[in-house]
Nanobody, 127 residues
Framework: QVQLVESGGGSVQPGGNLRLACEAS?????MAWFRQAVGKEREGVAS???????????YYADSVKDRFTISQDAAKNTVYLQMNNLQEVDTAIYYC????????????????????WGQGTQVTVSS
């Protein structure tokens, strides 16, 4: 397992942008972002294979596909989540996750595929 440290959360108005970052203490195979809103279960937002060079290594939840972009800097063991056009429904605690297991279109959002988790960072979208 690796230690994960998230940064970049905050408060924005609807339509605003935020960029989250998550640095791992060591090499990982895959990293992802999950989020949990008050009263709801944690859900997968996006996932990426570290060191991957083609877009096929990325997965997104349908609700964020056209607004969020996951990217990685494998040399820094860091994954980013660029969030554009944020809406109030995006308000949640965002968690970084890392794992060594392969994933596919049907299981990338399963928490069991990831063995390390960050503490979470709050994202609040409100007018």
């Amino acid at each position: 397992q690796v230690q994960l440290v998230e940064s970049g959360g905050g408060s924005v108005q609807p339509g605003g942008n935020l960029r989250l970052a998550c640095e791992a203490s060591g090499n990982t195979y895959r990293m992802a972002w999950f989020r949990q809103a008050v009263g709801k279960e944690r859900e997968g937002v996006a996932s990426i294979r570290m060191g991957g060079t083609d877009r096929g290594t990325e997965y997104y939840a349908d609700s964020v596909k056209d607004r969020f972009t996951i990217s990685q800097d494998a040399a820094k063991n860091t994954v980013y989540l660029q969030m554009n056009n944020l809406q109030e429904v995006d308000t949640a605690i965002y968690y970084c996750a890392a794992g060594t297991r392969t994933v596919n279109l049907y299981n990338w959002h399963s928490e069991s595929r990831y063995s390390s988790w960050g503490q979470g960072t709050q994202v609040t979208v409100s007018s």
